[in-house]
Nanobody, 125 residues
């Protein structure tokens, strides 16, 4: 049972990346998924989340309007499209299973319980 985040890389400011969060050993259908990031020297913070059905999403203010989270339960994968990237988006990005019923869920990391290995996103200025 594990999650794996992928799709990170080096991109110039203003560019785009799409991150994937793939599950193995279990199906994502019944799980909300949160995206989190940890920048160098900073604490990990919540970025976004999506409900099991995909009908509910929440975003941290700093990424609202630039990032879009979606899911394809048939592919057992959750995506996060990141546009208009900024140098301050540079971080290791993680996905995890957990609740996504209110905006505050992405600030309650302790409620997330299956964490994937992160993927590094580097945005150059």
């Amino acid at each position: 049972v594990q999650l794996q985040a992928s799709g990170g890389g080096l991109v110039q400011a203003g560019g785009s990346l799409r991150l994937s969060c793939a599950a193995s050993g279990f199906t994502l259908d019944y799980y909300g998924i949160g995206w989190f990031r940890q920048a160098p020297g900073k604490e990990r913070e919540g970025v976004s989340c999506i409900s099991p059905s995909g009908t509910v999403t929440y975003y941290e203010d700093s990424v609202k309007g630039r990032f879009t989270v979606s899911r394809d339960n048939a592919e057992n994968t959750v995506y996060m499209q990141m546009n208009s990237l900024k140098p301050e988006d540079t971080a290791v990005y993680y996905c995890a299973t957990g609740p996504c019923t209110t905006y505050y869920d992405i600030r309650r990391q302790n409620n997330y319980y299956i964490w994937g290995r992160g993927t590094l996103v580097t945005v150059s200025s």
